[in-house]
């Protein structure tokens, strides 16, 4: 059973001195695998944390602020990092936290990403529908369209990732509101998955403020066959243009983004990886 700490879940506790950060944002009711799964395939006997995400306001907090509770907690542990992994846009936030563990470890942390992603509007568009999708016991199949056509509206409407991410927020609010007062459920839950979706919105939009390219070119990435996806979707639609992001990347064909953390397969390649 996971261990919940201050800034880290304890998936694993490992029997090397060794551990595997992972950054991502599990939520109850997410559609795609988490890092968790993936663990459960390992073979290394690493200890294996992933990120727990704080309530942090849309504006006023930058990159290196926002990941100071989880380097500071890794610090105090006194283990070795193996590596940073991080999943979709999580891979933003991981390679900071690798540069930062270089600047008291040697040899640096390997860095893996998994999909990585950098933000746009498309991005918070995106991940605002996959919430919604998740939330079919809260919300009927008209409150759902209504609320996903109104973030498309916002979507189409504001360019800046932080200020749509800011709209639909408030959008996300008032459908949620409605819903709980239609089904009985109390103020205490609406503000609960409101304040769960805000932290998500802070993380896709602090995670814009960073430039993690020059971070990727020394990392791994593990690419699922989703063109909508990880690097096929930063070549094509967020930068337009192709070009080498990574130090290598290992493609599995046959695996789409939502199953890229549960596949055997891929857990192989990761061992493999690390064992170096």
């Not at 040697?106 to 893996?112: I, K, Q």
């Not at 205490?188 to 769960?196: G, P, Y």
């Not at 337009?240 to 199953?259: M, N, Q, S, T, W």
Request: net charge negative; with cysteine; hydrophobic share 45%.
């Amino acid at each position: 059973m996971s261990d919940p700490t201050t800034s880290w879940t304890k998936i694993t506790e490992g029997e090397t001195g060794q551990v595997i950060l992972t950054v991502d944002f599990p939520a109850t009711g997410r559609l795609q695998a988490d890092f968790s799964e993936l663990a459960a395939r390992l073979t290394g006997g690493h200890a294996f944390w992933r990120t727990v995400v704080a309530p942090t306001p849309l504006t006023g907090v930058d990159s290196q602020e926002y990941i100071r509770p989880w380097l500071d907690e890794v610090k105090a542990s006194g283990l070795t990092v193996r590596a940073v992994m991080g999943f979709c846009v999580g891979s933003v936030h991981a390679a900071l936290l690798a540069e930062r563990i270089a600047e008291w470890q040697d040899p640096a942390p390997e860095v893996v990403l998994f999909d990585p992603e950098l933000v746009n509007t498309g991005t918070v568009y995106w991940q605002f529908a996959m919430v919604v999708e998740s939330l079919s016991q809260v919300l009927n199949t008209e409150e759902a369209e209504d609320l996903r056509e109104a973030g498309k509206l916002a979507f189409e409407e504001i360019q800046d990732p932080t200020e749509l991410a800011r709209a639909l927020v408030e959008r996300f609010h008032d459908a949620i509101a409605i819903a709980c007062e239609r089904t009985g459920l109390g103020e205490e839950f609406v503000e609960e998955l409101v304040e769960m979706f805000g932290a998500f919105m802070a993380y896709l939009a602090i995670a814009d403020q960073a430039d993690p390219l020059p971070l990727w070119a020394g990392a791994t990435a593990v690419s699922s066959s989703s063109a909508e996806n990880g690097l096929s979707r930063v070549r094509n639609e967020i930068l337009r243009r192709e070009g080498k992001y990574v130090a290598e990347e290992l493609v599995f064909p046959g695996i789409v983004h939502a199953d890229l953390l549960r596949n055997d397969d891929v857990a192989k390649a990761v061992d493999e990886l690390l064992a170096k």
